[in-house]
């Protein structure tokens, strides 16, 4: 049986100046860089920085919860608040607090029914979402690293059909969502140019339209 100091000679005896090298080469191939920015780029739309006042309300069929702000990471006067990336499909807004807490639910009740019909709507475009979601951090990632070029191919056509017909039901829907035309432009040209964000349409969508009214003080 091997000793611990053999263990320790054989772990010293290593090339490291190799392994780094090989460890380098293979971290910024083509395919790993690429992986890397879209999870990247997943992963930033699930940071925001709000006030200290301003939890966001994530709603989930007839139940809601408040997530509050980071208050020991801040930037100038907005504190970051993480919301749970695989939770992509939920419907955010942000509302205002009055310093009750318990107000901010009883709002909240009253403002969830009030836009009952914008919450219905943003449901009808989950399958499409979670399709999205399953071709750009797994399929995608797997076709490049293990997979012919073809199926990469593949999987990226498959991806921009999807977001097309993400931004289509968006569109049909763009009045019932309270989505004007410029804030219709942007979306497209964001999904289109950077398809991670496409993922979080349902947060972008309900953040922005909904956002708009949720304060205490109507």
């Known amino acids: 049986m091997e000793t611990y100091s053999g263990w320790f000679h054989s772990f010293a005896g290593w090339n490291w100046e190799i392994l780094w090298q090989e460890g380098l080469t293979i971290f910024l191939s083509y395919e790993n860089q690429l992986i890397a920015i879209i999870y990247i780029l997943y992963f930033y739309k699930c940071v925001l920085f709000v006030s200290v006042d301003e939890p966001i309300i994530e709603y989930n069929s007839k139940q809601f919860k408040l997530i509050f702000a980071i208050d020991k990471i801040k930037l100038g006067k907005k504190y970051l ?17 009055d310093g ?26 989950i399958p499409i979402v979670f399709v999205i979601w399953i ?18 191919l593949l999987s990226g056509l498959l991806l921009y059909i999807s977001i097309i017909l993400l931004l289509l ?12 035309n410029k804030q219709f432009t942007e979306i497209l040209f964001e999904y289109i140019l950077c398809p991670p964000f496409s ?6 969508i309900s953040i922005s339209t909904l956002s708009e009214q949720g304060t205490l003080n109507e």
């Open 81 to 97: 608040l993480f919301i749970n990336p695989l939770l992509f499909f939920r419907p955010i807004f942000h509302i205002k607090l």
């Open 100 to 125: 009750k807490v318990e107000n901010t639910y009883k709002y909240s009740r009253k403002f969830i029914k009030k836009n009952r019909l914008v919450i219905t709507l943003l449901k009808k475009i």
């Open 135 to 152: 071709l750009l951090l797994i399929v995608l990632p797997i076709s490049l690293l293990y997979i012919h070029e073809g199926f990469i």
């Open 169 to 180: 039901q968006i569109w049909i829907m763009r009045k019932q969502l309270k989505i004007s």
């Open 199 to 204: 993922i979080n349409a349902i947060r972008d």
